[in-house]
């Protein structure tokens, strides 16, 4: 074997390891964002069912229902009275089940406890 034959097989050994590195790098991205999905889908998952759970047996026991705030009061310029109508109620049940509402991060699940955003959107 002489000596460029050498060279030449070292320097392509050199890129397809290179092309492996990347090609690692890329999988284990890959496989980082399905662990997140996962995980993510988990929650939910439990949520769901924890709440499925909580209609069969508000449907047994009707006076188990979940508390929803009571419908807020508008008040316009003649000062007279109009309730928020059914969009409000749906909005609050979605936060209660642990959803945002906000414009920032509408529909995706809260794990972090309360979201600023959507508690100044329900108290507007």
Avoid: W
Avoid at 58 to 66: C, F, H, N, Q, R
């Amino acid at each position: 074997m002489d000596k460029l034959n050498v060279f030449a097989r070292i320097h392509e050994m050199e890129t397809q390891m290179g092309q492996l590195h990347s090609d690692l790098g890329e999988l284990k991205l890959a496989v980082k964002e399905l662990l997140e999905e996962n995980q993510r889908l988990t929650i939910e998952n439990e949520q769901v069912r924890k709440m499925l759970k909580r209609e069969t047996s508000g449907e047994e026991k009707t006076a188990s229902k979940p508390k929803l705030p009571p419908p807020i009061v508008v008040k316009d310029e003649e000062e007279t009275g109009e309730v928020v109508g059914e969009g409000y109620d749906n909005l609050a049940r979605l936060y209660h089940e642990g959803f945002h509402i906000c414009n920032v991060y509408y529909g995706h699940l809260r794990t972090e406890g309360d979201c600023l955003f959507c508690l100044s959107f329900l108290n507007k």
